[in-house]
């Protein structure tokens, strides 16, 4: 399901245009940071907005559940983040899986990027200086100040929508409104980041970009292949995107920004080679994806050859053509430097191929070398609970939750792996902290309820349990009352 239409795919990067410029009349003068903006919404309530938001975001199927892809754009989004001077804001990078090329930030610093614009730029300054845009409506409180101003009430939509995503996590049948409220107000929500707010972003962004020792130029490059790929689109793009030629002039500023600073001949890190190859092999069919990369290999026609190679196996892998994968990856192995990435995929080809024992070796020593390369952290217990080693993967899985212990995922593994030990307190305690990191608090309640009930616990693990459930209760009550406070602080009908 595609969560965002096609019409906001155009509408974040180029909100300045047109009959939205028209109704803004002469620029007002940007108030200061920090003023009365932050007492409408403070930084806690706005992450709290944000992590409402991302959960609708995660419910609606539109993010893209892939830890290498994500774990690359928070590796590029935190070296940009750290360029800026509000280095305490918390920021979560994430992809969407949609091929239109948009990228938007949420309050609180959540800031996702479409595959499909990752797939567009041609380097990684070219993404880098998307990110950095985005990181800049967050530094510059965008947000806050947009609550704080005129525009109040598209805060209100989002407030009132994530009422209604609470509202459908203890109701289940409601759950189908909710979306619509969702989608509508993200609409609202991308269209009305103003004309001020998308200048500055772009000076900022281009500061940020700069110090992060990017290459500047990238930023009119963007623009300008951003603009190519909307002219593609023209029979869809609102009109005033096709007319109005304030796109010129961000490229014109970009371009003068960059003449200001000296040459700086930058090298993509690998990894946004290897992404790309990923995210190519996941498009179109399998077929297709294989016979591009065969014919970039043949025609050696690529930016970077191992991942190419890289990109193959995953669409060999992606139609299932196992002895062929093994075949690549080996030639890859030959040729590549070792990276985590290769060696996850190398795990993937032997499990897939029946070869479960030699891929759990495999990935034991691939975590020796990588031991955070979330990928291999959730594919080798998953490889233990395929093999039926539930009490190796219940161990792994438990030493990883120590180093991560908000992460969904080896909670739901953990889950997994104790329910096939028939361990019920264990197996609902996890499910249980699973649906909290997807915001499901009334999931949550539900299955420590069935973990005190399981039977099977002693006394210490029940009463945690209880005091646990006791916890997430009162969590839901003080949800709950901090919406409403917010939508009654902003909602003026
Ligand atoms: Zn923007």
Redesign the pocket.
């Known amino acids: 399901m595609h969560f965002y239409t096609r019409r906001v795919i155009f509408a ?2 180029f ?1 300045i245009a047109g009959s939205l410029a028209a109704q803004s009349g002469p620029s007002q003068p940007l108030p200061d940071l920090g003023d009365s903006s932050q007492a409408v919404i403070s930084p806690a309530q706005e992450r709290k907005l944000g992590e409402a938001t991302m959960r609708q975001v995660h419910a609606s199927g539109a993010y893209l559940d892939d830890p290498e892809v994500n774990a690359y754009l928070n590796s590029l989004g935190r070296r940009l983040a750290l360029s800026t001077t509000s280095s305490k804001q918390d920021f979560e990078f994430f992809a969407i899986n949609d091929p239109g090329v948009n990228a938007f930030a949420l309050p609180g610093g959540f800031i996702g990027v479409h595959t499909g614009l990752i797939l567009l730029t041609q380097n990684e300054s070219e993404l880098a200086s998307v990110l950095a ?2 990181i800049s ?1 967050v530094t510059q409180h965008h947000i806050a100040r947009m609550i704080s101003g005129e525009q109040k009430n598209q805060l209100a939509t989002l407030a009132a929508m994530a009422i209604a995503v609470l509202a459908a996590r203890s109701r289940p049948d409601a759950a189908g409104a909710a979306i619509a409220t969702a989608q509508a107000a993200n609409i609202q929500y991308q269209l009305d ?1 103003s004309r001020e ?2 200048r500055e ?1 772009d000076r900022i962004g281009f500061q940020v970009l700069d110090k992060a020792g990017f290459d500047t130029r990238a930023m009119s490059s963007m623009f300008e292949r951003l603009q190519r790929s909307f002219r593609a689109y023209e029979n869809n793009a609102p009109n005033y995107l096709r007319t109005h030629p304030v796109t010129y002039e961000r490229i014109a500023d970009a371009t003068n920004r960059a003449e200001t600073k000296p040459y700086r001949q930058v090298a993509d890190s690998r990894d946004f080679h290897f992404v790309r190859a990923l995210l190519k092999s996941y498009q179109g069919t399998s077929k297709d994806a294989i016979r591009d990369f065969e014919s970039s290999l043949a025609e050696r026609k690529f930016n970077d050859e191992s991942a190419t190679r890289y990109g193959l196996v995953a669409s060999l892998l992606r139609d299932k053509q196992l002895e062929r994968a093994a075949k690549e990856l080996a030639v890859l192995e030959q040729t590549a430097k070792p990276s985590a990435m290769i060696e996850a995929m190398a795990g993937q080809v032997l499990a897939q191929s029946g070869k479960r024992d030699a891929a759990i070796k495999r990935y034991q020593a691939a975590l020796q070398r990588y031991p955070n390369h979330m990928q291999l952290v959730y594919d080798y217990p998953d490889a233990l609970i395929e093999t039926g080693q539930h009490g190796a993967a219940v161990q792994f899985i438990e030493g990883q939750l120590q180093r991560f212990p908000n992460d969904a995922r080896l909670h739901q593994l953990a889950a997994k792996s104790y329910a096939a030990l028939g361990r019920k307190l264990q197996q609902h305690a996890h499910q249980g902290e699973y649906y909290v990191r997807l915001g499901n608090l009334r999931g949550a309640i539900d299955q420590f309820e069935l973990a005190i009930k399981g039977g099977d616990g002693n006394f210490y693990q029940i009463s945690t349990a209880e005091s646990r459930l006791r916890t997430l209760k009162q969590d839901l009550a003080d949800q709950g009352k901090e919406f409403g406070k917010l939508a009654a602080q902003n909602f003026r009908p």
């Open positions: 974040h990067l909100v845009h985005e409506h980041f707010y998308e972003a």
